[in-house]
Structures are given as C-alpha cells and as structure tokens.
C-alpha cells in the first residue's frame, strides 16, 4: 500500500495566521491527492481534490499544491472556523491510504 | 440533498459478527460512476479504509481485512451493508460511509459515523 505521510502532526497558530501542512507520498500518485478537514466529533469535510482543486463552498484562504510524492495545503489567513485536523488521502489506488492527520490548534 | 446515516450496534463482544448498515438519500448506488465505501477511525487516530462497492456491482476489499469483510448494497432501499467478523477490542472506532465518485475516487459525501465499541 502507498505510505501517506503528514508533518507536521500538530501545530499552534493564532487568527490571521499562513500555515502550511505538507504531505508526502511513499511513491508518486500525480495528483491523486485529497484533502479532508475534521473538527472534533464530527465527520471528515472533503476540502481539496485533485491536489489543489477546491470543493464547491470552500473558502479561498484554502490553497493546496503538489505533484508527485509531495503536496502542501496552506491556510493563508487562518479563521477561528479552521482549527480542526487535516488529512490528506491518496485516491491514486483503491486502497485510499489516508496520512495521520495535522492538529491545527489555537496558540 | 446528498445524505448518509450509518446505523449499527454500539458494543459487541469479541469474536461477534458486526453488521452495520448505511441509509442513504439523494443518489442511487446503481447510479452511473457512483460508489459507497466504509472507512473507520480508531479513538484518537487517523482513518482507515475498509471496502466499496460500486454502482455496477463491483466490490473492493482492503488487503489487510479483506478475509473479514464483506460489502453489499440493497439498491431497492437505497442500502448498504458491511458485515466484520471476528471482532477484536482493536476494531474499536468509528465507523462511517462516504459517497464517492468512481472517475475521480472522490469522497464527497460522509455519513455522521457511528461509534463501534469492542468489548466483553
């Protein structure tokens, strides 16, 4: 199975905020990479697809970028409404390898 | 209006059968390029694929469950099953189903999850 790995696996940042999430793939799946968003309790929110295209709704502060074995998701401004954990997913086999997850927490 | 309801007990003994059963509204899965997968997520920890299956039929296991797992739909009620065998106190998580787009492999579409709890 594709290896999906995240870093880093938490991080503190305050309201109006850059933060940058990477995600590395153990081989290259183009851009067969998906962003999710989940807050506490509740079910992961699909974000990205196809490694920077955003999902319908999705606020433009919301950028990812990648090819290959590595991908980047950044928060250009972060909102009080973005503190959650981010996963990215790997679609490029059936087994949809998901990384770890990044905390983003409220410093 | 897309949505999902995945339905099951809440605690069973080990080496018990689960069943969960997923609801859905808004989409057929013998619709044209659409699937319905189960993924699950441990307390705490990151989530995990389990099985799908297409809208033509087709199923999909993961490597590592796949002698435990068995998916199947209901089309006429707009339903889909997962049975796990032999559970384990490791099997403990959340459960959920997700709608997903057989082009793209996108899950665009999560169920609330439903909490599995593991233990005698």
């Known amino acids: 199975d594709i290896q999906m790995t995240q870093s880093p696996s938490s991080l503190s940042a305050s309201v109006g905020d850059r933060v940058t999430i990477t995600c590395r793939a153990s081989?290259?799946?183009?851009?067969?990479l998906n962003w999710h968003q989940q807050k506490s309790g509740k079910a992961p929110k699909f974000l990205i697809s196809?490694?920077?295209t955003l999902q319908s709704g999705v606020p433009s502060r919301f950028r990812g970028s990648g090819s290959g074995t590595d991908f980047t998701l950044t928060i250009s401004s972060l909102q009080p409404e973005d503190f959650a954990t981010y996963y990215c997913?790997?679609?490029?086999?059936?087994?949809?390898?998901f990384g770890q997850g990044t905390r983003l927490e409220m410093k | 209006q897309v949505t999902l309801r995945e339905s099951g007990p809440a605690l069973v003994r080990p080496t018990q059968t689960l069943t969960l059963t997923c609801t859905f509204s808004?989409?057929?899965?013998?619709?044209?390029?659409?699937?319905v997968t189960w993924i699950r997520q441990p307390p705490g920890k990151t989530l995990e694929w389990l099985a799908r299956?297409?809208?033509?039929?087709?199923?999909y296991y993961s490597t590592s469950l796949r002698t435990r797992l068995t998916i199947s739909r209901d089309t006429s009620n707009n339903q889909v099953v997962l049975t796990m065998t032999n559970m384990d106190p490791a099997d403990t998580a959340t459960y959920y189903c997700?709608?997903?787009?057989?082009?793209?492999?996108?899950?665009?579409?999560w169920g609330q999850g439903t909490l599995v709890t593991v233990s005698s």
């Open positions: 997700a709608r997903g787009i057989v082009t793209t492999n996108n899950l665009d579409s």
């Open positions: 808004g989409f057929s899965v013998s619709s044209s390029e659409i699937f």
């Open positions: 299956v297409d809208w033509d039929g087709d199923t």
């Open positions: 081989r290259s799946i183009s851009t067969y």
């Open positions: 196809a490694a920077s």
């Open positions: 997913q790997q679609t490029y086999s059936t087994s949809y390898t």
